[in-house]
């Protein structure tokens, strides 16, 4: 089987790829061609995998028509920017989040001959806008009111619709926001919900720009993995003609995350957080849903990894600090 992954540089698809490398293959089938690419180079692993790193912008109708020559079998779209960047700049937004995408598609459109690999879409929960009730169901109404959340619907109808029109298999899951992110911050307004874990418990000062009341849907980084692992093997002539799913989740408060922190760091490692208030973030984050049912998902075979907070809190420092943080 011959997988691509794009955007494999990015956080979610370096954890991806060294699943796809420990496990030697998906589902049923051996791994035999891995190719990956990111607009910086992708890392090389060391395996005995063929692996084909490639430096690109997927949103270049030339290197998507590249990657998909060889016909990969199962392509994991995750290349994207971030949802403070693509609101920051309209046109980039627009040209990575969206024009990447229907490149990709067409690029493997244009193949024909009865290719039909699957693709699975990395969308969001930023599909949903205001106003929504207090737990959004599978049935609720895709009105994104950020530039980021609209990109990923249109991407989701991008993908139902050829796939309706059997131009390829796709899914498009819609992740919560994903914590605890390791590495650097980075431009999404979501940033702060694993700023404020990350950073105490590596020593350092992180800011709190909301109130810790506000909720969000969460889920981990190995949740994430295994959400695309399954998206990628699963028997999609059982899902129907709407392809796109929310993922499950956990819907936890500010103030529950910081609780959280406090009883697996202690309050040495809480005392860290630095209360900031911004207008800008406040605002953003108005426009988000804060809870999900998931009935389709769960039905379909999406799971967790997390059942509390805690748990979120202890795969960080299990996977990223050895078990170890700074009390």
Not at 63 to 73: E, F, G, H
Not at 119 to 130: E, K
Not at 164 to 183: A, E, M, N
Not at 278 to 304: S, Y
Request: include cysteine.
């Amino acid at each position: 089987m011959h997988i691509l992954v794009l955007g494999a540089a990015g956080m979610v698809g370096r954890k991806l790829v060294d699943r796809l490398l420990r496990d030697g293959r998906l589902g049923s089938s051996d791994i035999t061609q891995l190719t990956l690419q990111d607009v910086v180079a992708p890392a090389r692993p060391a395996t005995a995998i063929p692996v084909e790193a490639v430096t690109g912008d997927v949103a270049d109708a030339a290197m998507a028509a590249r990657l998909v020559a060889s016909k990969p079998d199962v392509i994991f779209h995750l290349a994207a920017i971030v949802s403070g960047e693509a609101e920051a700049d309209f046109d980039k937004g627009y040209r990575i989040n969206l024009d990447g995408t229907r490149h990709l598609i067409d690029a493997v459109r244009a193949i024909g001959g009865g290719y039909r690999p699957r693709i699975v879409f990395t969308s969001s929960i930023a599909v949903f806008g205001a106003p929504f009730p207090d737990r959004i169901g599978d049935e609720f109404l895709s009105a994104p009111l950020t530039s980021y959340g609209t990109q990923k619907a249109i991407g989701e109808l991008l993908i139902s619709d050829y796939t309706r029109k059997g131009l390829f298999d796709g899914i498009s899951i819609r992740l919560p926001t994903i914590c605890v992110r390791p590495g650097q911050p980075n431009k999404a307004a979501s940033g702060f919900f694993s700023n404020i874990i990350r950073e105490p418990l590596a020593g350092k000062e992180a800011v709190l720009p909301v109130s810790e009341d506000v909720m969000h849907w969460h889920a981990s980084p190995r949740s994430a993995v295994g959400f695309l692992i399954h998206a990628g093997t699963m028997d999609t002539s059982i899902i129907g003609p709407r392809r796109a799913l929310s993922m499950p989740g956990l819907a936890a408060t500010v103030g529950e995350q910081i609780a959280a922190l406090e009883r697996v760091a202690g309050k040495s490692v809480t005392a860290r957080i630095r209360r900031e208030p911004d207008a800008t973030i406040m605002g953003i984050v108005a426009g988000w849903p804060r809870d999900f049912v998931t009935e389709r998902a769960l039905k379909l075979g999406f799971t967790t990894a997390e059942k509390t907070f805690d748990d979120i809190i202890r795969i960080h420092i299990e996977d990223e600090l050895g078990g170890k943080f700074v009390a």
